[in-house]
C-alpha cells in the first residue's frame, strides 16, 4: 500500500511514510479497500473507454454490432480465479511430486540442473 500512496503523491516510499501518520495510512487502506485509486482505477477506466469505442464502432462497422463490456478489456479479468477446489487439486499435485522426487522416484531430467 505504501507503493500505492508513493504514486498516487509522485514522492518516494520513504517519503510517503514521513509524511503520512499511522493513522492515516490505516484510512488510506480502509479508502483503498473501498474505492479503488492509482493504477488499478486507470485500468477500469480504460476499460470502460475501451468497451464503449469497440461497441461504437462495431454498431457502425456491422449493422448488428457485438456489445463490448469492460471485462472484455480489462488486464485483472483476463484470467478466472481459481475456486478453493482447484487449488487444493493443484497443491496435492505438488506435493505428490515433491514426494516422488525425495524418494527418487522421478525423471530426472525434471529435477536436476546438470546437463
Known amino acids: 500500500m505504501w507503493h ?3 504514486l498516487e503523491w509522485s514522492c518516494t516510499k520513504y517519503e510517503a511514510k514521513q509524511r503520512c501518520t499511522i493513522k ?3 484510512e488510506w487502506c ?3 479497500a473501498v474505492e479503488s485509486f492509482g493504477e488499478q482505477r ?3 477506466r480504460i476499460a ?3 468497451a464503449n469505442l469497440a461497441s461504437i464502432l462495431s454498431a457502425g462497422l456491422f449493422k448488428r454490432g457485438r456489445r463490448f463490456h469492460p471485462k472484455d478489456f480489462s488486464p485483472q479479468d483476463a484470467k478466472p ?3 478453493q477446489q482447484e487449488m487444493m487439486a493443484t497443491m496435492k499435485q505438488a506435493v505428490a511430486k515433491m ?3 525425495d524418494h527418487g522416484q522421478t525423471d530426472s531430467r525434471h529435477t536436476s540442473c546438470d546437463p
Open 4 to 6: 500505492r500512496l508513493a
Open 24 to 26: 492515516e495510512f490505516f
Open 48 to 50: 470502460i473507454l475501451g
Open 42 to 44: 486507470q485500468d477500469a
Open 30 to 32: 480502509a479508502y483503498g
Open 99 to 101: 514426494k516422488r522426487v
Open 81 to 83: 480465479k481459481q475456486t
